[in-house]
């Protein structure tokens, strides 16, 4: 036959996780993947396309996505998020809870779901030149965000979806760009009215990234007035409704209007400014670091010699700021004195590992919201939002935040602004207290004991477990397992300075495991005798790394030079959307210090008159990132999930938080 | 790991004396096969007491290649039901239904797979269930579908295919808000959509993946798999040039029957024995495998020697085709070769092994999802990864 490799058509194939996102735009739809060019006879009436496969199940999962779909979809589809049929294409707009633009649509749905039906097929040819336009001009917008302007498939705003995490910043210059017709003018102010009244999620950019969408935008429009030219008179569909501003729009009259529109942008760049952080304090800024130090309530020296590579940290010479601090405890009257005395916990390190740290912080939080009452003439949401905020920036000042912290402060906050407007201020408090409660039992102790369940199915007797440091699900999980009856043997690799395994190693060998203790220097060698390796971790992020205690990394990648599964045990509060690639972008300092003294050594004291020379610098790093591919499983309280799926988790119940 | 250190010799040499206290047989396969069995190796090299109900369905599914085992096997399927259908009759309002008897009859017809016979069964349970209330209705289908499972825990497609069966029909919005009559009908409804969906999977498979076959191409195929043999059809139907390595598939020669069946249809096959396969690879284009299982991690568990096979195709960077259906995603996670439920067949060496001599009697082998390169399901063509992204969104 002559059709030999006729099917160069490259059949699509569904991904999920990590490749290029400028992969050539996939086709409609993956059930499609028959080519109708190809030899074999047509399957116009394949079984594909008109029965649901056996997995499609509706999933009524939560409540929360329900609601949202019922709000988005403008047709009566029972769950769009399910649909695995070629979806036609007017209600491709407003697919499933990943759709990049929901946060905006959701808050208003009778008008984003019109325009996308009246516009048809029109919107789809401008809409992609458009994008075109714009990859050319900006690559870098382009590339990152492609995948959200491919309406023409469901699957692929799918799978595009999954890499950007900037979703409201997407949508709006979408909304825009369909804004080169001078009808969607109006909706574009009802998007802002009613973006402004349900914040969506906060969302962090960095400053090139702002930049580079403020070209984006610049470019857009500039397409936009070629195009209101161009495709108004090319397509006549669009038209229907505005035929007059659209074929003759004389020239005064396009320019009001792009006047007019210019006063909406700067509104709604103020707004966007509005919901996005600012950036991570650099800290080898210096004015910005001046700045900061006069906020600042800890007064904290720093270190002098830092690390090049790493000056973008912030690093302090540890145990001087504790007695001045509680000298000025009296003069800092807007601090309360739980945060205060949790913070100060914080700096002198007396509360660590993740969990902890969260609890006491809310459990702080807590007694604040307890205490507080609403000063006069101000409302609580905003007066307790800013309030928390100053408190979380005092936390910040005595260690950097974990980001299942951040994670955590972002559930408040949105609890906070969620509270209906009828409540009383004591009817708020004590929900928000309940809803605090509820946090702290439902995503950290209940959580624990579904990932302690979970784990020890995966612990056999005659199994020699690997552990690393000190982490307390793992530990709950190891004494479970013994609890059981289970017969292993437990390695436990520590490292200086913190030495945390040895506390571990005691509470262990005191329940009456048979453990073996060992420094990380000899993990190679003990690794040939582990069956499986049990590692906590601060936070998993959404490419799959593993963002722990240092030390982890190397551990995780011993264990898959020999083979050795490394199971990750965390909690789901801990994910984040956020992509690291490196341990040095997001890190802490610890004390350099630390490395250089050796406490109850005195023999050892080769670098004590060393440390303020300045050829010398040393670095104490907290934590690093392991790569996905050391990693063979992660235990959740949603079960147990290979590295691929951590966005699954994050796209699915990323948001349930706010609706708990 | 610690098996192949010189310590854990001299401790299985400790333990082989000492008796164990506890039952480590099932969670260390290592020390497995029961020693028991040895004093009758010589007579009888398949004693029936090591064969797994897994491997009896696949006896009598795939019409194996005789041995005087098969005989054994079949009166052992002839058995095992029966005492299970005792106990688990459903006995509602006088007229005894038995999910069993069902399952079994739907079982019967040789080209509908275990799992939707098994969802067959459960459709009838709904259809002839005499509850009033929801709750009712839900229990005794929980307590059929735990029968039937009861009756081989060893197969993985069976268990999946119950869960999901229920995930599917119980799952629906519509139950909260209607009178018990039409929720009723509405459930059976669903639960006939359902098994009408699981019967075409094979279509769709062999359906999609005609594109990935290509004129001209070699196609490397383990063990008899029904998909896959859909597949192969589909393209020799569609007058696609290929040519088929198969395997013999030992134990049961699954592989001789298959290049039969080709052989049906003028395809060539050439068959290998399962160790040529390194050396017959560079011909090869792509690897075909069907699979019993598909886990979470988007590995599968499949017949003895898919690992191997896949472990060669990745090395050589020849791509590993999966053709499963749906219905076979189990929410399982195996972490290496031993943690899963072990599944022993019987192997025939055609010689009296030395009772001495122990046997490997393990059925499948677990391949992990970096060696496999797409799968193909009634859902589409997957990466392995995105099997947990389907599981999660079914079953949380």
Same mark, same amino acid.
């Given at each position: 036959?002559?059709?030999?490799?006729?099917?160069?058509?490259?059949?699509?194939?569904?991904?999920?996780?990590?490749?290029?996102?400028?992969?050539?735009?996939?086709?409609?739809?993956?059930?499609?993947?028959?080519?109708?060019?190809?030899?074999?006879?047509?399957?116009?009436?394949?079984?594909?396309?008109?029965?649901?496969?056996?997995?499609?199940?509706?999933?009524?999962?939560?409540?929360?996505?329900?609601?949202?779909?019922?709000?988005?979809?403008?047709?009566?589809?029972?769950?769009?998020?399910?649909?695995?049929?070629?979806?036609?294409?007017?209600?491709?707009?407003?697919?499933?809870?990943?759709?990049?633009?929901?946060?905006?649509?959701?808050?208003?749905?009778?008008?984003?779901?019109?325009?996308?039906?009246?516009i048809?097929?029109?919107e789809?040819?401008e809409e992609s030149s458009a994008g075109?336009f714009r990859?050319?001009?900006?690559?870098?917008?382009?590339?990152?965000?492609?995948?959200?302007f491919?309406l023409?498939?469901?699957?692929?705003?799918?799978?595009?979806?999954?890499?950007?995490?900037? /979703?409201?910043?997407v949508a709006q210059p979408k909304e825009e760009k369909s804004g080169a017709a001078?009808?969607v003018?109006?909706?574009i102010?009802?998007?802002?009215?009613?973006?402004?009244?349900?914040?969506?999620?906060?969302?962090?950019?960095? /400053?090139?990234?702002?930049?580079?969408?403020?070209?984006a935008q610049?470019a857009a429009k500039?397409a936009a007035?070629?195009m209101?030219?161009?495709v108004?008179?090319?397509?006549?569909?669009?038209?229907?409704?505005? &035929?007059?501003?659209?074929?003759?729009?004389?020239?005064?009259?396009?320019?009001?209007?792009?006047?007019?529109? /210019?006063?909406?942008?700067? $509104?709604?760049?103020?707004?966007?400014?509005?919901?996005?952080?600012?950036?991570?304090?650099?800290?080898?800024?210096?004015?910005?670091?001046?700045?900061?130090?006069?906020?600042?309530?800890?007064?904290?020296?720093?270190?002098?010699?830092?690390?090049?590579?790493?000056?973008?940290?912030?690093?302090?010479?540890?145990?001087?700021?504790?007695?001045?601090?509680?000298?000025?405890?009296?003069?800092?009257?807007?601090?309360?004195?739980?945060?205060?005395?949790?913070?100060?916990?914080?700096?002198?390190?007396?509360?660590?590992?993740?969990?902890?740290?969260?609890?006491?912080?809310?459990?702080?939080?807590?007694?604040?919201?307890?205490?507080?009452?609403?000063?006069?003439?101000?409302?609580?949401?905003?007066?307790?939002?800013?309030?928390?905020?100053?408190?979380?920036?005092?936390?910040?000042?005595?260690?950097?935040?974990?980001?299942?912290?951040?994670?955590?402060?972002?559930?408040?906050?949105?609890?906070?602004?969620?509270? &209906?407007?009828?409540?009383?201020?004591?009817?708020?408090?004590?929900?928000?207290?309940?809803?605090?409660?509820?946090?702290?039992?439902?995503?950290?102790?209940?959580?624990?004991?579904?990932?302690?369940?979970?784990?020890?199915?995966?612990?056999?007797?005659?199994?020699?477990?690997?552990?690393?440091?000190?982490?307390?699900?793992?530990?709950?999980?190891?004494?479970?397992?013994?609890?059981?009856?289970?017969?292993?043997?437990?390695?436990?690799?520590?490292?200086?300075?913190?030495?945390?395994?040895?506390?571990?190693?005691?509470?262990?060998?005191?329940?009456?495991?048979?453990?073996?203790?060992?420094?990380?220097?000899?993990?190679?060698?003990?690794?040939?005798?582990?069956?499986?390796?049990?590692?906590?971790?601060?936070?998993?992020?959404?490419?799959?790394?593993?963002?722990?205690?240092?030390?982890?990394?190397?551990?995780?990648?011993?264990?898959?030079?020999?083979?050795?599964?490394?199971?990750?045990?965390?909690?789901?509060?801990?994910?984040?959307?956020?992509?690291?690639?490196?341990?040095?972008?997001?890190?802490?300092?610890?004390?350099?210090?630390?490395?250089?003294?050796?406490?109850?050594?005195?023999?050892?004291?080769?670098?004590?008159?060393?440390?303020?020379?300045?050829?010398?610098?040393?670095?104490?790093?907290?934590?690093?990132?392991?790569?996905?591919?050391?990693?063979?499983?992660?235990?959740?309280?949603?079960?147990?999930?290979?590295?691929?799926?951590?966005?699954?988790?994050?796209?699915?119940?990323?948001?349930?938080?706010?609706?708990? | 790991?610690?098996?192949?250190?010189?310590?854990?010799?001299?401790?299985?040499?400790?333990?082989?004396?000492?008796?164990?206290?506890?039952?480590?047989?099932?969670?260390?396969?290592?020390?497995?096969?029961?020693?028991? $069995?040895?004093?009758?190796?010589?007579?009888?090299?398949?004693?029936?007491?090591?064969?797994?109900?897994?491997?009896?369905?696949?006896?009598?599914?795939?019409?194996?290649?005789?041995?005087?085992?098969?005989?054994?096997?079949?009166?052992?399927?002839?058995?095992?039901?029966?005492?299970?259908?005792?106990?688990?009759?459903?006995?509602?309002?006088?007229?005894?239904?038995?999910?069993?008897?069902?399952?079994?009859?739907?079982?019967?017809?040789?080209?509908?797979?275990?799992?939707?016979?098994?969802?067959?069964?459960?459709?009838?349970?709904?259809?002839?269930?005499?509850?009033?209330?929801?709750?009712?209705?839900?229990?005794?289908?929980?307590?059929?579908?735990?029968?039937?499972?009861?009756?081989?825990?060893?197969?993985?497609?069976?268990?999946?295919?119950?869960?999901?069966?229920?995930?599917?029909?119980?799952?629906?919005?519509?139950?909260?808000?209607?009178?018990?009559?039409?929720?009723?009908?509405?459930?059976?409804?669903?639960?006939?959509?359902?098994?009408?969906?699981?019967?075409?999977?094979?279509?769709?498979?062999?359906?999609?993946?005609?594109?990935?076959?290509?004129?001209?191409?070699?196609?490397?195929?383990?063990?008899?798999?029904?998909?896959?043999?859909?597949?192969?059809?589909?393209?020799?139907?569609?007058?696609?040039?290929?040519?088929?390595?198969?395997?013999?598939?030992?134990?049961?020669?699954?592989?001789?029957?298959?290049?039969?069946?080709?052989?049906?249809?003028?395809?060539?096959?050439?068959?290998?024995?399962?160790?040529?396969?390194?050396?017959?690879?560079?011909?090869?284009?792509?690897?075909?495998?069907?699979?019993?299982?598909?886990?979470?991690?988007?590995?599968?568990?499949?017949?003895?020697?898919?690992?191997?096979?896949?472990?060669?195709?990745?090395?050589?960077?020849?791509?590993?085709?999966?053709?499963?259906?749906?219905?076979?995603?189990?929410?399982?996670?195996?972490?290496?070769?031993?943690?899963?439920?072990?599944?022993?067949?019987?192997?025939?060496?055609?010689?009296?092994?030395?009772?001495?001599?122990?046997?490997?009697?393990?059925?499948?082998?677990?391949?992990?999802?970096?060696?496999?390169?797409?799968?193909?399901?009634?859902?589409?063509?997957?990466?392995?990864?995105?099997?947990?992204?389907?599981?999660?969104?079914?079953?949380?």
């Amino acid at each position: 036959m002559d059709a030999r490799r006729a099917t160069t058509t490259v059949p699509r194939v569904r991904q999920v996780g990590f490749f290029t996102p400028n992969a050539p735009p996939a086709q409609p739809s993956r059930t499609h993947s028959f080519p109708l060019d190809s030899s074999s006879p047509p399957l116009s009436n394949s079984p594909v396309n008109n029965s649901l496969s056996p997995v499609m199940i509706p999933p009524s999962r939560h409540l929360s996505d329900n609601l949202v779909h019922r709000a988005t979809s403008p047709l009566p589809v029972p769950e769009p998020s399910a649909f695995r049929r070629p979806i036609r294409s007017h209600y491709v707009a407003v697919v499933g809870s990943y759709n990049p633009t929901e946060s905006l649509l959701g808050s208003s749905p009778p008008l984003a779901s019109p325009s996308s039906r009246v516009i048809g097929d029109g919107e789809f040819s401008e809409e992609s030149s458009a994008g075109w336009f714009r990859r050319s001009n900006s690559a870098k917008f382009a590339s990152s965000f492609s995948g959200a302007f491919d309406l023409t498939s469901v699957k692929s705003s799918e799978t595009g979806g999954f890499h950007q995490v900037k /979703k409201p910043v997407v949508a709006q210059p979408k909304e825009e760009k369909s804004g080169a017709a001078a009808f969607v003018e109006p909706q574009i102010n009802k998007v802002l009215s009613s973006s402004s009244s349900t914040k969506p999620l906060k969302e962090k950019t960095t /400053k090139a990234e702002r930049r580079a969408l403020q070209e984006a935008q610049r470019a857009a429009k500039a397409a936009a007035k070629d195009m209101t030219v161009s495709v108004g008179v090319s397509t006549s569909k669009p038209v229907k409704h505005q &035929p007059a501003q659209r074929k003759d729009a004389p020239p005064p009259a396009s320019s009001i209007a792009v006047s007019d529109r /210019k006063g909406v942008e700067r $509104s709604m760049e103020k707004e966007r400014r509005k919901d996005i952080p600012a950036p991570r304090m650099q800290f080898d800024d210096k004015s910005r670091v001046e700045k900061a130090k006069k906020r600042a309530v800890v007064n904290q020296s720093e270190a002098r010699n830092r690390v090049e590579l790493f000056r973008h940290l912030p690093q302090y010479e540890h145990g001087t700021q504790l007695p001045d601090l509680e000298s000025k405890f009296f003069q800092l009257d807007p601090m309360h004195p739980a945060v205060y005395k949790v913070g100060l916990q914080y700096l002198a390190g007396d509360i660590s590992g993740g969990n902890a740290r969260c609890i006491a912080m809310l459990q702080a939080f807590q007694e604040v919201i307890k205490d507080y009452s609403t000063p006069p003439e101000k409302s609580l949401t905003r007066d307790l939002t800013a309030k928390i905020s100053s408190f979380v920036s005092f936390f910040t000042e005595c260690r950097p935040l974990s980001m299942s912290m951040g994670n955590t402060i972002r559930f408040l906050k949105s609890r906070i602004a969620k509270l &209906p407007l009828t409540f009383s201020e004591s009817e708020a408090k004590a929900s928000l207290c309940a809803d605090i409660d509820r946090f702290i039992n439902e995503k950290i102790v209940l959580a624990d004991n579904v990932i302690i369940r979970h784990a020890v199915t995966k612990i056999m007797d005659g199994d020699v477990l690997l552990t690393y440091g000190s982490s307390c699900v793992v530990e709950m999980i190891l004494l479970y397992a013994h609890e059981l009856g289970k017969q292993f043997r437990v390695v436990i690799v520590d490292s200086r300075p913190k030495l945390k395994g040895q506390a571990l190693l005691r509470r262990l060998v005191g329940k009456g495991l048979s453990c073996t203790y060992t420094h990380i220097n000899a993990v190679s060698y003990i690794m040939h005798e582990v069956t499986r390796v049990f590692l906590g971790s601060s936070s998993v992020l959404s490419n799959g790394t593993v963002y722990s205690r240092v030390g982890t990394a190397c551990v995780a990648m011993v264990a898959h030079a020999f083979h050795v599964p490394v199971l990750i045990c965390c909690e789901a509060y801990k994910f984040h959307e956020r992509v690291l690639l490196d341990s040095i972008c997001s890190n802490e300092l610890g004390d350099p210090d630390a490395l250089s003294k050796v406490p109850g050594r005195m023999d050892i004291n080769y670098l004590d008159d060393l440390t303020n020379k300045d050829n010398m610098q040393l670095l104490n790093l907290m934590y690093d990132a392991t790569p996905s591919e050391y990693v063979s499983m992660i235990i959740t309280d949603y079960g147990m999930i290979p590295p691929t799926s951590v966005p699954v988790i994050v796209r699915e119940y990323g948001r349930e938080y706010l609706w708990i | 790991m610690w098996w192949r250190s010189p310590s854990f010799i001299l401790d299985k040499q400790q333990s082989d004396t000492v008796p164990h206290q506890r039952n480590p047989p099932d969670t260390l396969p290592l020390h497995s096969p029961p020693p028991f $069995s040895m004093a009758d190796t010589l007579q009888n090299p398949n004693p029936e007491n090591n064969i797994s109900a897994y491997y009896q369905t696949r006896a009598a599914h795939h019409a194996v290649v005789t041995g005087d085992w098969l005989a054994q096997a079949q009166a052992a399927i002839g058995r095992d039901p029966d005492d299970s259908t005792d106990t688990t009759v459903a006995t509602v309002a006088g007229k005894p239904f038995s999910v069993i008897d069902e399952f079994n009859s739907w079982r019967k017809q040789p080209e509908l797979a275990e799992a939707v016979a098994a969802i067959r069964a459960l459709a009838a349970v709904i259809r002839n269930c005499q509850a009033t209330t929801m709750m009712e209705l839900e229990i005794e289908l929980k307590k059929a579908s735990d029968s039937l499972k009861s009756g081989d825990t060893t197969s993985i497609s069976l268990t999946a295919g119950c869960d999901l069966f229920m995930r599917y029909v119980t799952r629906t919005s519509a139950l909260e808000y209607e009178d018990f009559d039409s929720a009723k009908s509405r459930l059976i409804e669903r639960a006939e959509k359902f098994g009408e969906i699981s019967c075409k999977a094979r279509r769709i498979i062999a359906m999609l993946s005609q594109d990935f076959i290509f004129d001209g191409c070699t196609i490397l195929v383990h063990g008899f798999s029904r998909v896959v043999f859909e597949v192969l059809k589909t393209a020799a139907q569609s007058k696609k040039l290929f040519r088929v390595f198969c395997t013999e598939g030992r134990p049961d020669r699954s592989g001789l029957r298959l290049s039969n069946e080709l052989a049906k249809l003028d395809v060539p096959v050439k068959l290998l024995i399962d160790s040529a396969v390194a050396y017959t690879m560079d011909e090869v284009d792509m690897v075909f495998v069907g699979a019993d299982g598909v886990v979470e991690s988007g590995g599968i568990i499949n017949m003895m020697g898919t690992f191997q096979i896949a472990l060669v195709a990745h090395s050589m960077n020849k791509p590993v085709y999966v053709a499963a259906e749906s219905y076979k995603f189990a929410r399982l996670y195996p972490l290496d070769q031993k943690d899963m439920v072990p599944a022993l067949c019987p192997i025939d060496f055609g010689v009296p092994i030395p009772s001495k001599v122990e046997v490997e009697t393990s059925a499948r082998d677990y391949t992990p999802p970096q060696y496999l390169t797409l799968l193909f399901t009634d859902l589409g063509v997957l990466t392995p990864s995105v099997v947990s992204d389907e599981l999660i969104q079914l079953y949380l």
